[in-house]
């Protein structure tokens, strides 16, 4: 089930955005509940009794507790929440960034429909993603791993290994071609930029010439062959907001 969450001190708004989400929902398929708040207090109230949403609309402009505030505790709860604000002013943009946000839309009447099923769609195809599960190989046999949770996978030897972030970072594999692997795992955010490495767009914190910085320091190099493709990934990522 789908646990979403919209949070506007204007009622009009918590209103258009519950019934544009709840059309978009029930047109998919999904299985969902929906939850509307008139403050950040109250929303954040609700988190601390463990509830924990999937999706939160904020409204950035609110009184007691504004909705950066509250996403930012939200945040820290939640890392993998998608947060969305939902505002009529565009000048608090960069600061969604800070917060992870995967949107940034505008309260303009005629478009808010298309942009916030365009932001659907994002969000349940990154929830898919995060769902998504791959066999590999390990002493005791085979298992399947959340993709999302790997960080890269290296060709070394005839076989593919990949770079698991669990308690720590464990390394699994399976016997194979690395082409074949890229083939699999495009649709999941994973990119080639070396003939021996695909990487996991999630983790990419920054591209510098000829190398990508991953999380937790570590670093993989970028071939000459891939380095435009994957600078132009990096900042498609990094626009999504």
């Not at 009622?11 to 509940?33: C, N, P, V, W």
């Amino acid at each position: 089930m789908f646990l979403i969450a919209v949070c506007d001190d204007e009622e009009y708004f918590r209103l258009q955005e519950k019934k544009l989400i709840t059309a978009y929902m029930k047109k998919s398929g999904y299985d969902f509940r929906i939850d509307v708040f008139s403050s950040g207090k109250k929303l954040l109230e609700q988190e601390a009794e463990g509830i924990r949403y999937d999706v939160v609309f904020l409204d950035i402009n609110m009184e007691e507790l504004d909705g950066m505030e509250t996403a930012k505790a939200i945040r820290q709860a939640s890392p993998d929440v998608s947060i969305v604000f939902v505002t009529a002013y565009i000048t608090w943009a960069p600061e969604g960034y800070k917060v992870g946000a995967v949107r940034y839309l505008l309260k303009e009447q005629k478009g808010l429909e298309g942009t916030l099923y365009e932001c659907l769609d994002a969000v349940t195809d990154g929830m898919r993603r995060r769902q998504a599960k791959y066999e590999v190989d390990f002493p005791q046999g085979k298992r399947h791993i959340l993709l999302d949770s790997v960080l890269y996978v290296e060709s070394r030897l005839h076989r593919v290994l990949f770079y698991v972030m669990e308690d720590r970072i464990r390394e699994y594999y399976k016997y194979g071609r690395l082409d074949v692997v890229e083939q699999e795992l495009r649709q999941y955010g994973f990119i080639r930029v070396h003939q021996s490495f695909l990487v996991n767009l999630k983790y990419v914190k920054n591209v510098q010439r000829y190398t990508v910085s991953l999380k937790d320091g570590l670093s993989v190099n970028i071939s000459k062959r891939y380095y435009k493709d994957v600078e132009k990934e990096y900042i498609r990522k990094q626009g999504e907001l």
